[in-house]
């Protein structure tokens, strides 16, 4: 499993999340975001060359609370985890390099 093309609700919670292992990367975000549907060539260039690495795009936005315990404030957010440990985080990536760079850290 690798690159996923549409943010779901919340379907993991952050205990879960927190009590992964391996690597994670958890996006943050919302189907209609303009802003989130123009980094997704990028997002995907990146993830295709980790296909071994997870990717969980979540619904964010008013009432969701999964966002909030990550500090979430812009989309989209990209959370990068190694066994439930934030390693980086990349927030309205502009390249596939930043992305690949915090690949590299999981």
Excluded at 13 to 29: K, Y
Excluded at 51 to 72: C, M, N, Y
Aim: glycine share 10%; proline share 6%.
């Amino acid at each position: 499993m690798s690159y996923t093309s549409h943010y779901t609700p919340e379907t993991l919670s952050r205990d879960e999340l927190d009590q992964s292992s391996g690597p994670m990367v958890i996006e943050f975000g919302a189907n209609w975001c303009g802003i989130c549907r123009g980094a997704q060539a990028a997002i995907k260039a990146a993830l295709d060359n980790h296909p071994d690495v997870p990717h969980v795009k979540v619904e964010d936005g008013k009432g969701r609370r999964l966002g909030r315990t990550f500090g979430v404030q812009l989309w989209p957010s990209l959370i990068f985890l190694k066994d439930g440990e934030e390693m980086a985080r990349v927030v309205r990536p502009e390249s596939s390099g930043d992305i690949e760079r915090a690949l590299l850290k999981i």
